[in-house]
């Protein structure tokens, strides 16, 4: 399959676009592979990336439900960041980052990664020490974090209320590094270039039983058939229980939703993202101008993929508390995925309880931003039947031993995650 | 030696006049002085409670979502077991503690919950710019109660006749926001303070 | 928006309610140990379906309550009072 | 000022009501009843806009909320609005708009040249480019893109205007007052039943607006439901979302028809509705045609140029031309006209239809078996071509300025689809109607294929009446409907004539049909990616227009029916919404509600600074003149303290009353430690975990009766702390008799402490023998504080002799003022959170910092707490061998060895450049003046003594520290029980 380039795309201009060829295969499924992916979302493709391009395991199929992309990698709010205060999670998030970086120049597709910059405002000293705790681990950590004062915030976005709000602004703490990227582009980017190094993209194809003998997964029965394999990963975000369930085995995951929100297209407003420090509320601007938007949680478990008011409401009068200006713009669209959400707030990439059964679960809201980096770790662990040093804490075990990443301290509650 | 009059969470705000438009039927509020005792009923001394209820104060206790009024003191139902009694002072909360012993907890919560009573044709409208009850004559009236949430803000409210006249009881340290709310959310009909 | 039916006060509003999770699981007795505090803690069945949960009509008459809830249509099928039990229907 | 293309007569806008107006900076007039649109169609303005991308001249296409090309900038500095829809924006006098997404001149955009790009501009080009060299992206790609890219400029400025947020409740809601809707309406209110009829238009009526004829009808039923007690008309409400139970959002527009509200007048009041039964009246958008040159100005939908022509008076072209596709669509020919312009041509693809007919007999040139081919023009509409039916051959040409264009209707399922209802494909209609409802909710008229008014009119009747009978009402009496031939409206599936240059499915995103097509050939095929590949309806109309048009393309791609293709998933919102309105009316200062305490009034008067703690104000400090600064004023409040006497406000703990029998075995369970042995009359230290053995909250709490406690929590876990109580006596042990209340609101409290305090408190106290053995350290007792009930606490979290003086809210600036009184010549000052912390660091106690969740008991040096018999919660969980690591870090105090150099918390504490911990609270000292804290810090015991780094990368700090005891100050607690 050629590569896309502008010389390619201006070739193609003059011969009436006719030349181009799907950007990945639509191929049936074998009997059998070395590695089967369960979950065509970023994860799932991301990981069947790595196996190929890492591992050299190219016999890999990632298998679909339905299309790719279409779960939480297609509804989300787009942001990239790694400001963790937790070493087990700054580091891998800060992997997830560099990967991220050169993500474009590996996949050889534009994922639009746009590092402007991620601001976390406080309005309180216990919050800027909170700011400061997190900023100088990352410091620490070797990850980009500056604190500025008010000023700061005001360069950067200029339309934030500094002072009239209920809560004024005392300065923020900014990585950036971060940024946004484009998120349908990032299941297509991953798909067409695992596709491109052999990898079998199977859609419309959803898993209806696990296979296994004597503790150990053999393979897993579709709606396409038997599909034979040795390891099996499962990426599918949202839906993991009821995978880990047909496994034989219950998780710490509890199924929230998360609205999130976009605006009428714009010219330039917001050249950042910016995170309200005094209630559920964070804004970037898309490419397109739309202004992208979302709070907390609903707060009850929903696979319903919508949303419901009082939450929307709260995150439309932050928003407007924190940029009055916001005030005669339109919201356009709204939406809502759905969270696998564990009780540290924190994810899994892990073996599981099934040898051979491994899985990339429980990313709460940061699965985004993880979709590169929970590839790489996820496609280590496969590949090696062992976890990487950065995902080695990130184990299903770590509750019965006590060992919780609880980067806020908000305790064994799924919704207060 | 007697108490000092205690001061009154809005008494610098609730200011008597009138507020937002001048219109024909504005919006009545006052804040009519009251004890408030929380009574909640012990486990098992439903019947020996209500009968309690019955000898000292000359009613039963309210069904869930109601009021009783029993000569000067209302009872207002908050949760299962559970009753507000508000009245004219001095004195609720030790009545109530006397006539309980043993049936019921009683904690005064007179300076815990401030009451602000509205009245006048606009009440139901302006009330529905927060709260999230229907307030209906089909599906609300005088003697009914319901603990709920205006402008996020936890309220109890019960209405007390036809005018329609509604009490609403809040906490004290929030009691300064929900009149901010209710003077704005009665601005466009015009709001006269007592 | 879940409009949900409190046993004592009639439907009102989600806002009016606290989820509290999963009212399948117990709180062990005394004697128990990590292993079966551990289970009631963090694990869940998460049903994508009918799920009984704890929910607190914390803005309202403050009672703990059961619900009977599926989780993809958010129908509310029966609801309960803290002491009373919550049959569970099959997928 | 003259509007050339204005009727006479005719419509519904007050002629003898001149409205001026401004677009792009020239001045024109309109009328009362008018839109922008409309206004702007009678002045002759045609070009009103660019395309997102190509930058193709737009005009006028629709008249209603479908609109993809006439969004302008409305108002002007901190009112404007960026793409705002001039088909629904009412006109005011003084009206100002400007055109958009332009560069140079709304006549000639020199962006334009992006269109001779199109061949390498096309779906997803950017997906595959600008990926070298890697740092271009940020630095030079997209700053050009995202310039390129959005509609309207946003205002900077904050929106000078109010919103209002209120709630509704009916037994049916009715959404839209078209024929169906106000027949539903009727129908319902008829029975008795609470009705609300809600219509986004600021007229009621719908069609019936364009239908002469049936006005008198309009206007009767109108007035009837008006009368009717129950019935609620709410015009210029747009409902935005169907959710779950029934419940509805809704934005009604209160002044945007005013140059700006009047005073106590909200711009928009958001609704949330609950109804029993829902009736949707919602309609149908008219569905374009792709052909080439479908954008041009004066290509209009065949609707609107009706609309225009007979509810506006305003004649949207001079030399028309329809291309109709179903016999309904014929009347807008006549309407156009009826209104003086000449019909050069109707194309319709059909062989023969009754429309046809009766056009010819009209002496109308029709033209069966065509297809609009392609267009003429620049800026406006020159011409059109007209060829044969499915030849691909472009045919003649026909000089026109107003192409009308009839491609078949849309139903508006929008709200059926959000409620949960599946589309079913109707093949009469070629198109998408409402499956069978999971809601209480039922579709009738247009929006569910029912064409024609008098046909809609009485399916509306029905689905009210039905609607009201199912929320528990009867019948009432019928009422009577218009009579109106039933038009035939199944179009002839048309969805695009390919030819030569752009056919646009998307008009506002220029999504062409060669897009859809390239998606196709990349392997978007699914509708869902096809539409994120191409943008395809995702712009502010949400494809309204051309949404299924799009389908069907991709569907001939695929070689199978639209059916089987489908739409996408409808989403919130059906038009987009204010944000303001959304937000309501707590935002801003009121976003949170501000939570004081009833000293409130007294810290103000003294000058308090204040500070946020959760929702409510505390005092940080109490500047005095003579204080150089921030610090000054806290290190003299602390030192007032320490060697005298201090008050502190201490109201905003959170206090439960806990009583009845089994209270004390309920305060064993919840609590770390031991409660039931605890005298009447004395307070205890209590440490409650949560069940994961991680601290939760501390607090003091105190024996008032044998069955009835006083427990206080902190601050920010008053609440958690009430609900993790109730919880636990719900769910674990409801066989406890424990009755539970909040009386935090009831009892203010002050803390006065200092070597001196006991002499204040015995100024102001009777009843209690103050001696150190009548009234030790921890007890607790009631008494009179100058002259009020209260209840006094001999605890201290300074470290000094100190007590806790609390009374009923109502009495406490009383109290305040009788101690500062009986203080004065003690020296008392008041003190505020600041030096609060500053003396609990000092002296060793941890607080929210310490307590964040994250600690156990035994790394806050609070381990020999836990009681080692009985259950408690978090006993099991805490004895996991992560929670018991002795590698965790503890608690330890630090004090900076260069004692000027500052210590932030926050700060990381580095052990031979290792991360070992952090600082979690830091002050400067009274006691031994310097920077001193409280840190977690791996193997803390074993390195007191040691010095360490305090590194704080941040703000290129990197202090060294010695480790010490937390307990620094008064560590045998000597000054607490003096």
């Known amino acids: 399959m050629a590569r896309y380039s502008g010389l390619r795309i201006l070739g193609e201009g003059f011969r009436g676009n006719s030349g181009w060829q799907p950007a990945w295969r639509k191929p049936a499924p074998k009997a059998s592979y070395d590695v089967v992916v369960i979950g065509g979302g970023g994860h799932g493709l991301a990981t069947a990336f790595y196996l190929a391009e890492v591992h050299g395991i190219r016999n890999v199929a990632v298998l679909e439900r339905g299309l790719i992309g279409q779960g939480n990698t297609g509804r989300n709010t787009t942001i990239v960041r790694s400001n963790y205060m937790l070493p087990e999670n700054n580091n891998f998030y800060e992997h997830s ?38 900023g100088n681990s990352m410091r620490l950590n070797g990850i980009d974090a500056e604190i500025i004062d008010r000023e700061g915030v005001k360069a950067m976005c200029p339309i934030v209320d500094l002072d009239n709000g209920r809560y004024p602004v005392m300065g923020g703490l900014l990585q950036r590094r971060g940024g946004t990227a484009r998120h349908d582009a990032v299941a297509w980017g991953f798909a067409h270039a695992a596709d491109a190094r052999g990898v079998d993209i199977i859609e419309h194809c959803e898993v209806t039983g696990m296979i296994a003998e004597g503790g150990a997964i053999q393979g897993v029965r579709t709606s396409r058939g038997e599909i034979r394999a040795p390891k099996v990963g499962l990426a599918v975000a949202g839906h993991t229980s009821t995978l880990t369930e047909m496994a034989g085995f219950r998780v710490p995951i509890e199924t929230h939703l998360l609205q999130a929100f976009v605006s009428e297209g714009l010219k330039p407003l917001i050249d950042c993202v910016v995170t309200f420090g005094a209630g559920h509320f964070y804004v970037s601007q898309s490419d ?130 | 030696m007697s108490a000092p009059e205690a001061t009154h969470p809005l008494a610098a705000v609730a200011t008597p006049g009138l507020r937002g438009a001048a219109g024909v039927a504005p919006l009545r509020v006052s804040l009519p002085v009251r004890e408030t005792v929380q009574v909640m009923v012990r486990r098992g001394r439903e019947e020996a409670f209500a009968a309690a209820m019955e000898a000292s104060f000359g009613m039963a206790p309210p069904a869930p979502g109601h009021t009783l009024a029993g000569g000067a003191v209302t009872a207002i139902w908050i949760q299962p ?105 009665g601005s466009g009909d015009g709001v006269v303070i007592a | 928006m879940l409009r949900i039916p409190c046993p004592h006060c009639g439907a009102r509003d989600e806002i009016e309610f606290t989820y509290r999770g999963d009212a399948t699981v117990a709180r062990p007795g005394p004697d128990a140990g990590v292993d079966a505090f551990h289970d009631y803690l963090y694990l869940r069945t998460n049903p994508r379906g009918w799920q009984a949960e704890w929910w607190q009509h914390s803005s309202g008459c403050r009672a703990f309550l059961k619900l009977l809830r599926h989780t993809v249509t958010h129908e509310i099928r029966a609801v309960a009072t803290a002491t009373e039990t919550l049959e569970v229907p099959g997928a | 000022m003259t509007q050339p293309h204005r009727l006479a007569t005719g419509g519904h806008v007050d002629r003898a009501t001149r409205l001026s107006f401004s677009f792009d900076g020239r001045r024109y007039e309109g009328h009362a009843g008018d839109t922008l649109a409309s206004a702007l169609l009678a002045n002759g303005v045609r070009l009103v806009g660019r395309s997102f991308k190509y930058h193709r001249p737009r005009g006028i296409f629709s008249a209603g909320v479908e609109e993809p090309n006439a969004l302008v900038e409305l108002r002007e500095g901190a009112r404007r609005e960026p793409n705002t829809r001039a088909t629904v924006a009412e006109l005011f006098d003084g009206l100002s708009a400007t055109s958009q997404n332009r560069r140079g001149s709304l006549a000639f955009d020199w962006m334009a040249v992006n269109g001779l790009l199109s061949p390498w501009l096309g779906a997803g080009f950017y997906y595959k480019t600008f990926m070298w060299p890697a740092a271009f992206w940020e630095r030079v790609y997209e700053p050009m893109i995202r310039k390129a890219a959005g509609l309207g400029r946003a205002s900077r400025l904050p929106d000078p205007d109010h919103y209002d947020a209120a709630h509704a409740h009916c037994d049916v809601l009715v959404v839209g007052a078209g024929a169906a809707g106000l027949a539903a309406a009727r129908a319902a209110g008829a029975t008795g039943a609470r009705v609300i009829l809600m219509e986004q238009d600021f007229m009621l009526g719908g069609d019936l607006l364009n239908e002469p004829g049936l006005e008198a009808w309009r206007r009767e039923t109108v007035a009837a439901l008006a009368a009717m007690p129950e019935v609620t008309l709410m015009p210029r409400s747009t409902v935005f979302g169907f959710y779950d139970q029934g419940v509805l959002g809704a934005v009604e527009r209160l002044a945007d028809h005013l140059a700006e509200p009047p005073p106590h007048t909200p711009r928009q009041r958001y609704w949330t509705i609950r109804a029993k039964e829902v009736v949707l009246a919602t309609g149908a958008h008219e569905r374009l045609i792709a052909f080439p040159g479908n954008d041009r100005p004066g290509v209009m939908l065949a609707g609107a140029a009706r609309t225009y022509a007979r509810r506006y008076g305003v004649r949207a072209g001079e030399t028309a031309a329809l291309f109709a596709t179903h016999d309904g669509a014929y009347d807008a020919a006549f309407a156009i006209a009826e209104a003086g312009a000449r019909i050069a041509a109707i194309i319709d693809p059909r062989s023969d239809s009754a429309a046809m007919q009766r056009a010819r007999e009209a002496g109308f040139s029709v033209k069966a078996g065509s297809v609009v081919s392609g267009t003429m023009g620049g800026n406006a509409l020159r011409g059109i071509a007209i060829g044969a039916q499915g030849s691909g051959a472009r045919g003649d040409a026909v000089p026109v300025d107003l192409l009308m264009v009839a491609g078949g209707w849309n139903p508006a399922v929008h709200l059926a689809s959000m409620s949960g209802a599946a589309l079913a494909w109707d093949e009469a209609l070629h198109t998408f109607v409402p ?36 929320a528990g009402f009867a019948a009432g009496p019928d009422n009577t409907l218009p009579d109106t031939l039933a038009a ?106 501000v939570r004081r305490t009833s000293l409130h009034a007294v810290h103000d008067a003294a000058g308090a600074v204040w500070m946020d703690a959760g929702i409510w104000k505390r005092p940080a400090y109490y500047p005095k003149r003579e204080d150089a600064d921030a610090w000054a004023s806290v290190l003299r409040e602390a030192r007032a303290v320490r060697q005298r006497v201090g008050i502190c406000d201490v109201s905003t703990l959170g206090k439960i009353a806990v009583e009845g029998p089994d209270a004390a075995t309920f305060l064993d369970r919840v609590y770390a430690n031991t409660f039931s042995t605890l005298p009447v009359g004395r307070a205890r230290y209590g440490l409650m975990l949560r069940e994961d053995g991680i601290v939760f909250d501390d607090g003091t709490t105190s024996r008032i009766g044998p069955e009835r406690f006083f427990v206080t929590t902190t601050t920010a876990q008053a609440g958690p702390v009430m609900q993790h109580l109730e919880f636990h006596l719900a769910s674990a042990w409801p066989d406890l008799d424990v009755s539970l ?58 470290g000094e002799l100190a007590y806790e003086v609390a009374m009923p809210a109502g009495h ?167």
């Open chain 1, 97 to 134: 980052l560099k990967l991220w970086e050169g993500l474009e120049q590996s996949l050889g597709y534009n994922v639009m990664m746009s590092q402007r910059g991620v601001i976390n405002l406080f309005h309180n000293d216990a919050q800027r020490n909170a700011a400061l705790r997190r």
């Open chain 1, 288 to 417: 397109k101008g739309g202004l992208v938007f979302g709070g907390g949680l609903d707060g009850y478990p929903s696979y319903g993929q919508r949303g419901t008011l009082p939450e929307a409401e709260h995150v439309y009068a932050a928003g407007v508390s924190m940029i009055p200006a916001l005030g005669r713009l339109r919201g356009l669209r709204s939406w809502a995925g759905v969270m696998d959400m564990t009780p540290d707030g924190s994810f899994y990439i892990c073996k599981t309880p099934v040898q051979g059964l491994y899985m990339t679960a429980g990313w709460c809201y940061g699965g985004f931003k993880a979709t590169p980096g929970s590839g790489w770790c996820h496609a280590w662990t496969i590949a090696k039947d062992e976890p990487h040093r950065l995902n080695a804490a990130h184990t299903l075990d770590r509750f019965r031993e006590g060992r919780m990443l609880d980067e806020r301290g908000n305790g064994p509650f799924f919704w207060a995650q």
């Open chain 2, 81 to 185: 077991g559970g009753f507000m009694l508000t009245g004219a002072g001095p004195g609720l909360a030790e009545r109530a503690a006397l006539a309980f012993v043993g049936l019921a907890a009683v904690e005064d919560q007179s300076h815990g919950r401030t009451t602000i009573t509205v009245s006048g044709p606009a009440a139901r409208a302006v009330l529905a710019r927060g709260c999230r009850l229907d307030l209906h004559t089909r599906a609300f009236g005088p003697g009914r109660a319901a603990m709920t949430q205006i402008a996020h803000i936890g309220c109890l409210l019960h209405q007390v006749d036809d005018a329609p006249s509604f009490e609403l009881t809040v906490f004290s340290t929030l009691a300064e926001p929900f009149f901010h709310w209710l003077v704005e959310a």
């Open chain 4, 435 to 470: 499956g069978t409802p999971v809601q209480r909710e039922r579709s009738a008229g247009a929006c569910r294929g029912v064409n024609g008014i008098g046909a809609a009119a009485a399916d509306g009747a029905a689905a009210g009446r039905d609607a009201a009978i199912a």
């Open chain 4, 488 to 593: 035939d409206h199944c179009s002839y599936p048309v969805w695009e004539v390919k030819g030569r240059g752009k056919a646009f499915v998307d008009l506002q995103d220029d999504v062409t049909t060669n897009d859809i097509r390239l998606a196709h050939r990349e392997g978007f095929s699914h509708i869902e990616h096809a539409k994120r590949y191409t943008t395809h309806a995702m712009g502010t109309d949400q494809g309204k227009t051309g949404g299924i048009v799009g389908a069907a393309v991709l569907a001939e791609a695929r070689g199978e029916p639209v059916a089987k293709v489908g739409l996408p998933r409808f989403r919130p919102y059906t038009a987009p919404i204010a944000w303001g309105a959304m937000a309501g009316q707590e935002v801003g200062k009121h976003f949170q509600p």
């Open chain 4, 741 to 798: 209340a909040s009386v935090t609101d009831q009892w203010a409290a002050v803390a006065i402490a200092g070597p001196k305090a006991r002499e204040v408190v015995a100024g102001m106290v009777e009843g209690i023998d103050l001696s150190n053995d009548a009234f030790p350290f921890m007890a607790v007792a009631d008494c009179i504080a100058a002259g009020v009930p209260a209840r006094l606490f001999r605890i201290s979290f300074s």
């Open chain 4, 812 to 978: 406490a600036a009383h109290v305040w003022r009788a101690a500062m009184q009986v203080g004065a010549t003690h020296g008392i000052e008041p003190y505020g959170m600041e030096a609060l912390g500053l003396l609990r660091i000092e002296k060793g106690h941890v607080a929210g910092s310490e307590l964040n969740g994250q600690t156990t008991a035994h790394d806050l040096g609070l381990g020999r707490m836990l009681k080692k018999k009985g259950d408690f919660i978090g006993r099991v969980l805490a004895q996991r061998p992560g929670m018991t690591d002795p590698s965790r870090p503890r608690l330890v105090g630090l004090r900076s060895v260069d004692p000027r150099r500052q210590i932030r918390a926050g700060a990381h504490l580095l052990v031979d450049g290792r991360d070992q911990g952090w600082i979690t609270s830091a002050t400067q000292s009274v006691v031994d003046p310097g920077w001193i804290g409280l840190g977690m810090l791996r193997e803390g015991e074993a390195r007191i003594g040691s010095t360490i780094l305090a590194a704080n990368p941040l703000m290129g700090e990197e202090v060294p520290v010695r480790v010490v005891s937390p307990h620094g100050y008064d560590p045998e607690n000597r000054l607490v029980r003096a």
